[in-house]
């Protein structure tokens, strides 16, 4: 397929772009990705290209996010599928830095989040959202976007990213969207690929443990244990039980709660086989 999509590798000629288009008075989407696209990103890619003049996706598997134990080697990789992905929609640019170009001899400045970056997924990955955190400043300081863009799939990082860029003031819009979920219900994940038919199965429970906790919820119970509780059973039932969390949060402060109230998130992290998968609802 043709396609008018720009692709570009370094850093300074990436800026040197989003400066030149700013100069001339265009506004620039950015989506921040780790390739493998599915679904759920080309629904951002789509909000993107509406929201701004230039838009921009980037595609770096970014190493400081991993632990060594994870699956940094074996994530998929697919430029030229996902740059054909791209070619549907109205984007301009397509930025996949080198890793040296990102990260070079004797780099050694990162961003922390505090708070927010110890719990849930933060208590398992030790330093993952630390390279978040860090990589998506970098990216943003490259790309110079007005907006950008993130899924609700990935919560506690939106919380994180919307949280650095009010503390250190950074000129951007964040924009979050919701999960997009394959027909099963379950949300679309490029780990998904790791998946047997199988397992896929077993794995659309997950979203239904947490609309089992909305529905408990909605119908009067309030009580953390016992919502939680009774999803777990639920999850054991479709032989789900390597839960690594699955909890009822502050949707802003992340706080644990112990009696649920509307507006509260809840959850998930499981491991399916040696897939990790996440997923949340808002209640
Ligand atoms: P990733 O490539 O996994 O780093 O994801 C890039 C962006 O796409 C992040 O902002 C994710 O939250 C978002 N994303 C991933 N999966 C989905 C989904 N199923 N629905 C909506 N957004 C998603």
Redesign the pocket.
């Known amino acids: 397929m043709t396609t008018n999509i720009k692709k570009v590798s370094n850093g300074n000629e990436m800026q040197t772009l989003s400066n030149s288009h700013i100069k001339n008075g265009k506004t620039i989407s950015f989506?921040?990705?780790?390739?493998?696209l599915?679904k759920?990103?080309l629904?951002?890619v789509q909000r993107a290209c509406e929201l701004a003049d230039i838009t921009v996706v980037s595609i770096f598997v970014n190493p400081t996010q991993f632990a060594p134990s994870e699956d940094f080697e074996k994530y998929t990789r697919d430029i030229e599928g996902d740059i054909e992905k791209l070619s549907e929609f109205d984007v301009n640019y397509i930025f996949c830095p080198e890793i040296n170009g990102i990260y070079p001899e004797g780099f050694q400045t990162f961003v922390e989040v505090d708070k927010l970056q110890k719990p849930l997924c933060g208590a398992s990955r030790e330093g993952h959202f630390k390279g978040v955190a860090t990589i998506v400043l970098k990216l943003l300081n490259i790309v110079k976007p007005s907006f950008a863009i993130?899924?609700?799939?990935?919560y506690q990082?939106?919380k994180i990213i919307q949280r650095m860029v009010l503390d250190l003031d950074l000129d951007v819009k964040i924009i979050g969207?919701?999960?997009?979920?394959e027909p099963s219900g379950l949300?679309?994940?490029?780990r998904n690929q790791y998946l047997s038919q199988n397992e896929k199965k077993r794995a659309s429970f997950i979203y239904k443990s947490l609309t089992k906790i909305k529905d408990d919820f909605s119908a009067g119970c309030a009580d953390v244990k016992e919502l939680v509780n009774n999803a777990k059973t639920f999850l054991s039932e479709a032989k789900i039980n390597d839960i690594e969390y699955l909890e009822i949060r502050d949707p802003e402060s992340l706080a644990l709660k112990s009696v649920a109230s509307k507006e509260d998130i809840a959850v998930i992290a499981v491991k399916i086989n040696k897939t990790r998968l996440i997923d949340n609802i808002k209640f």
């Open positions: 989506v921040p990705t780790m390739g493998a599915h759920g990103h629904s951002l993130f899924g609700e799939k990935d990082q939106l969207l919701p999960i997009f979920r949300a679309m994940s490029s």
